[in-house]
């Protein structure tokens, strides 16, 4: 199983928004500051509460200060972050900072470190981004996913006057996401925000089929008179598959004995195919017979087909391309009557390994059923 991360950006996204919805989804707190005060960043407090609004309780980040230094350079800030001791979090995070330098940098012509961030550069954008990075890893989150992000129309006033929306540094951090129009005016999706999904690595797909594990809401600073001003997550476990390309071999037989055939399965087997069975079939002119399959890996084919030639006696083979989607498995050891026993476990299903039950059975004078009934039960010794 691996973790993952839905962000529905209901009516935009902020880093202070993910951030208290990802509290709400479960994230601890004490985890988050932690990882902020590792960055060395002094007379702050982070406060993460529930607010209800338009009848939706979420919750929503404060920041609160105790300093006056609301701007900083790009590589003072990258510098802090680095500092976090978990590698993970102060990775994500450098990333997502580097990211606002570089585009900064070049929308002001300057050296990404040393450009001189305004509104980014205080205390709430290291702790947000911190914040979330450090909420992702406790969540133990493997892959995030996110919605179209709706951008305002309008205007947004900046240190450098009255800027379109979304800002200049914004629209840069957001090439390659998926946008779409949305009625509100302003700005609907921060830079930070921006950042961070760029960090992190975000997919705009569409969201994977998932068991939902939690739901957070952030409710942002913003106000508005219709809708909820929240950003949702949504939590959940998907089932790791493989999905492989592979070849079925397949050939009709009319004239090979039952010994022989179960003979050639096992030999399929041990020469390296995925899987081999008999189906029964009538041939032409009424025949009874039967055709052999085996599942094979297409490097592995080839020795494989000729086995099938050589062992049947067959004038031909059948091969097909198929595609293979496999579901994680693991295997335990139960002990029936202190006999071990094998168990194949998937996302959906577990049994005893047959060969297993069968030496049981045996050594115990136990019915087959018994044993695969009594191991299917209970990892406890029987």
């Known amino acids: 199983m691996s973790r993952a991360c839905v962000i529905s950006p209901f009516t935009g996204l902020a880093g202070d928004m993910l951030l208290a919805a990802l509290v709400d989804a479960g994230a601890p707190l004490d985890a988050i500051r932690a990882a902020v005060a590792d960055t060395g960043l002094t007379g702050w407090d982070l406060t993460v509460g529930p607010v209800l609004t338009h009848g939706l309780t979420g919750r929503r980040a404060v920041v609160s200060v ?47 470190d040393r450009v001189h961030l305004h509104e980014l550069g205080g205390h709430d954008t290291l702790v947000d981004i911190v914040g979330v990075a450090a909420a992702l890893h406790a969540l133990d989150v493997q892959t995030v996913h996110c919605e179209a992000l709706p951008i305002g129309a309008g205007s947004v006033r900046t240190a450098h006057g009255v800027l379109p929306c979304p800002a200049p540094a914004t629209s840069a951090l957001l090439r390659g996401a998926r946008v779409v129009g949305t009625t509100l005016s302003g700005e609907t999706v921060t830079p930070t925000a921006a950042a961070l999904l760029l960090a992190i690595g975000a997919d705009y797909g569409p969201a994977p089929e998932m068991r939902m594990a939690a739901t957070g809401y952030g409710v942002g600073t913003r106000t508005l008179p219709d809708r909820p001003n ?9 089932d790791t598959v493989e999905a492989r390309d592979l070849v079925v071999l397949e050939t009709n037989l009319d004239d090979v004995t039952g010994e022989v055939l179960g003979y050639v399965v096992a030999l399929l087997l041990d020469s390296g195919a995925l899987d081999s069975w008999i189906t029964p079939a009538t041939m032409k002119k009424g025949r009874p017979g039967h055709v052999l399959h085996a599942l094979a890996a297409p490097e592995t084919a080839d020795g494989i ?41 998937g996302p959906h ?10 030496t049981v059975a045996r050594r115990t004078g136990l019915p087959l059923r018994t044993v695969l009934a009594l191991a299917a039960e209970s990892p406890e010794e029987r």
């Open 66 to 112: 105790s300093d006056d230094a609301t701007s900083r350079r790009a590589g003072e800030l990258i510098a802090m972050a680095s500092k976090v001791h978990d590698r993970e979090v102060a990775d994500t995070a450098v990333a997502a900072l580097r990211a606002i330098a570089e585009v900064e940098g070049r929308l002001h012509g300057e050296d990404p």
């Open 230 to 238: 929240v950003a949702v997550v949504r939590l959940g476990d998907l």
């Open 305 to 345: 087909e000729r086995r099938m030639l050589v062992e049947t006696g067959s004038l031909g083979v059948r091969r097909t391309g198929v595609r293979r989607t496999a579901l994680p498995r693991s295997t335990d050891t139960v002990h029936v009557h202190g006999l071990p026993v094998r168990r194949k476990h």
């Open 349 to 358: 299903h577990g049994k005893p390994e047959y060969d297993d039950a069968v």
